[in-house]
């Protein structure tokens, strides 16, 4: 009965910024480390943040790193991706995802749950 749901995406011009939320519900979303997974047309899935239960630990795909941050809000049990300066290769459907207990999350194999998604196009 896990359930994540994503918000926030859509379409800006290169160089702008976009905040996305993924709301988590149906087990303790405190004890579970959570990312952020992306997936382009013809490409695989990648993992391109991710963040500790407790939010002290983070980790960013290169690419991401500098422009995007990852944080959480264990009360309201929702975590954001806070994107800048953002790229046309930014451009994918943005999944929000939470681990296996115990589980950094800093690999996709420590995943178990997925949101459907939301589209981010990044416009040149």
């Known amino acids: 009965q896990v359930q994540l749901r994503e918000s926030g995406g859509g379409l800006v011009q290169a160089g702008g910024s976009l905040r996305l939320s993924c709301a988590a519900s149906g087990r303790t979303f405190s004890w579970y480390a959570m990312g952020w997974f992306r997936q382009a047309p013809g490409k695989e899935r990648e993992l391109v943040a991710a963040?500790?239960?407790?939010?002290?630990?983070?980790y960013y795909e290169a690419s991401v790193k500098g422009r995007f941050t990852i944080s959480r809000d264990n009360v309201k049990n929702t975590i954001y991706l806070q994107m800048e300066s953002l790229k046309p290769e930014d451009t994918a459907v943005f999944y929000c995802?939470?681990?296996?207990?115990?589980?950094?999350?800093?690999?996709?194999?420590?995943?178990?749950?997925w949101g459907q998604g939301t589209q981010v196009t990044v416009s040149s």
């Open positions: 963040i500790s239960s407790g939010g002290q630990n983070t």
């Open positions: 995802a939470t681990t296996k207990y115990g589980a950094t999350g800093f690999k996709i194999d420590d995943y178990a749950y």
